[in-house]
């Protein structure tokens, strides 16, 4: 994915505008205000935004949280951007619903990813409604069983 850099928004910085609007300015994708303003209706949570240069590729890391635990992180690029969810293993079970109904594109995703001792950690990239629909469903699940924690 062609990911923001820390350059891409240097600008911005010097201009004195926060990250999270140099971020929806320069995206393109109408789908990532959809999906923030979804989640910041759903629970309230407003993104802790991070430049991570420890990753392989160096990104913009915007992260929601609720209750110390995150529901999930979003990655921005200049066309689209994709959503890393983790469905833990106490997870699984409630989260086989949302993935029966899902999208192929969910499912595929979903079994191509290896599971961990926490769980899996499901990257979606966020080109098309259906997948946002999806994503979604899998936050508000997520929202839903760390509220009850």
């Known amino acids: 994915m062609n990911r923001y850099t820390r350059v891409d928004f240097f600008a911005g910085e010097l201009s004195g505008n926060p990250i999270q609007d140099e971020i929806e300015r320069f995206l393109v994708n109408p789908l990532w205000i959809e999906l923030n ?5 759903l629970c309230g949570s407003r993104p802790q935004i991070s430049y991570n240069v420890y990753a392989a590729e160096r990104c913009w890391n915007v992260e929601y949280h609720l209750n110390d635990k995150v529901i999930c992180t979003l990655y921005p690029g200049k066309d689209d951007f994709e959503a890393m969810i983790v469905i833990t293993n106490a997870e699984e079970k409630y989260a086989a619903p949302i993935l029966a109904d899902g999208s192929a594109y969910l499912r595929k995703q979903y079994e191509s990813t290896r599971k961990s001792p926490l769980g899996r950690w499901l990257v ?7 997948v946002l629909v999806d994503a979604e469903a899998l936050i508000s699940l997520r929202i839903k069983l760390i509220g009850c924690l």
């Not at 303003?37 to 209706?41: A, G």
């Not at 979606?124 to 259906?130: G, T």
């Open 37 to 41: 303003e979804y989640i910041l209706k």
């Open 124 to 130: 979606l990239k966020i080109s098309e409604r259906k």
